[in-house]
């Protein structure tokens, strides 16, 4: 007896031990990445802090209304639509309007709000005549994501015009909400699985970098068979209401001179050319930046655009955006919502 209940009271004096160990390094790991920017945690914050699950599961997420974090060394606020944006009312003024879709890229993540290329765009247009861009840009949407984010909200706001800004993980499955979600909010649990997943990543040579993206853009990959639909839903319900419809495509930013998606994108390019959708191509004017491209990113583990490539995003799209937003009249279309909405209906059904 005397044995065993030494045997207890070790294991118990070891559980003990692992348990103020594991207390004493999320403490830590909460205090660390709070004054040092880490990629993974940051992102695990913002889906926790300031995403919120979507009704329609081709969107599967949106900003929460009214939300503010402080990510990767920028605020990060939400307007009353969710958007992180100025707030704009469903109801049309004498301004021309355009909605613009995309991913991480667009809504700025690792830039302030007035620095993104959206912004640096309505407010160049702004000195030639009044203009809204509403920005529905969300951290982890793909094309069929952005698609049904027009179909579900977009069209409320009854554009002129609908600009999508294209990167190469568009082509992503639209991902499904993990059940064991509420573990990043530990700092240990997202700081070591990013440090295991990295691990495999580099063990795996099919899960490189350059292949991971590569693979994305097979011709049976659900993905990309499901951007390729997305555009060709919205392109049509866009043309039915007269909206002009354009495409701008944004590098990966790791290696811009020689870059190693050219065969990607041009297969995407090709694509929607195909398909009758205006679209800009920006790998050759960034192929004309010879600095260290790691100016272009907002930080050292995280290639996202910095303030100066989202500058140089709107200087090289602006006259293609510009297109219609200069030397076109307003649309005047009284019932853009109608048939739209019936559409989301049916697609979410």
Do not use: C
């Amino acid at each position: 007896m005397n044995l065993i209940k030494e045997i207890l009271r070790g294991i118990g004096a070891f559980m003990v031990s692992v348990l103020i160990f594991l207390v004493l390094l999320e403490v830590t790991l909460q205090i660390y990445t709070r004054v040092s920017i880490y990629y993974d945690v940051e992102m695990a914050r913002y889906a926790n802090e300031i995403k919120v699950s979507a009704d329609n599961p081709k969107v599967g997420h949106y900003h929460q209304p009214n939300a503010e974090a402080y990510l990767m060394g920028t605020e990060f606020k939400t307007n009353s639509h969710g958007w992180r944006d100025q707030e704009y009312d469903y109801e049309r003024n004498d301004a021309y309007r355009v909605v613009v879709l995309g991913d991480s890229l667009t809504v700025g993540w690792g830039v302030e709000q007035w620095e993104t290329y959206e912004h640096l765009l309505e407010e160049r247009f702004n000195e030639e005549r009044p203009v809204e861009m509403i920005n529905t840009g969300n951290g982890n949407y793909n094309t069929e994501q952005q698609a049904n984010v027009y179909f579900d909200k977009g069209a409320s706001y009854r554009p002129d015009k609908v600009v999508m800004f294209y990167f190469i993980n568009d082509a992503e499955v639209t991902p499904k909400q993990s059940e064991y979600q509420w573990l990043a909010y530990s700092r240990a649990v997202t700081f070591f699985w990013s440090r295991l997943r990295g691990l495999f990543t580099r063990s795996d040579q099919g899960q490189t970098f350059e292949g991971f993206y590569s693979a994305l853009y097979a011709d049976d990959q659900p993905g990309w068979v499901a951007s390729q639909a997305a555009f060709i839903d919205l392109r049509d319900a866009l043309n039915e209401k007269g909206i002009e419809f354009q495409v701008v495509m944004i590098p990966e930013l790791h290696n811009v001179q020689d870059y190693p998606f050219n065969g990607v994108y041009d297969k995407v390019y090709d694509f929607l050319q195909s398909q009758g959708i205006d679209t800009l191509d920006l790998r050759a004017d960034f192929a004309t930046y010879t600095d260290d491209p790691v100016n272009l990113w907002v930080a050292l583990d995280d290639a996202h655009p910095s303030a100066l490539a989202h500058q140089m995003i709107a200087d090289f799209s602006y006259d293609f955006v510009a297109k219609g937003v200069l030397d076109t009249e307003l649309n005047d279309e009284p019932d853009i919502n109608d048939s739209l909405e019936a559409e989301a209906a049916s697609r979410t059904e």
